[in-house]
């Protein structure tokens, strides 16, 4: 059996142009937003939103990479413990709200 498929294979004449102007294209750096716009009348904008949005997950990853190499090292050492009431407790939550879902 033998499949074909247009989506695979590329699109019509229209669409490889539009492809090859928006590859030509590039985006507008600094300022508030960046904008890119083809011949054809397409507008594509990314607002400040976009930016800080980067900005906060880049923190939250450096602050977590942080804690589980600080966890790790204190495991290698022999001096990390662990509460087993509180985990205990919040599996048994977490299981319990879980299943009201």
Known sequence: M????????????????????????SPTTGGSSSTASGGGGDHVEFSNT?????????TFNS????????????????SYRTDSLATSRTM???ALTARDE
């Not at 602050?63 to 022999?78: E, H, M």
Request: proline share 2%.
């Open 2 to 25: 033998k499949v074909v498929d247009r989506n695979l294979t590329g699109g019509a004449p229209v669409e490889s142009g539009r492809a090859q102007e928006a590859q030509r294209t």
């Open 50 to 58: 976009l930016g800080s949005l980067a900005r906060a997950m880049s």
């Open 63 to 78: 602050s977590r990479t942080s804690k589980v190499q600080a966890l790790a090292a204190q495991y290698q050492n022999g």
């Open 92 to 94: 048994v939550a977490h």
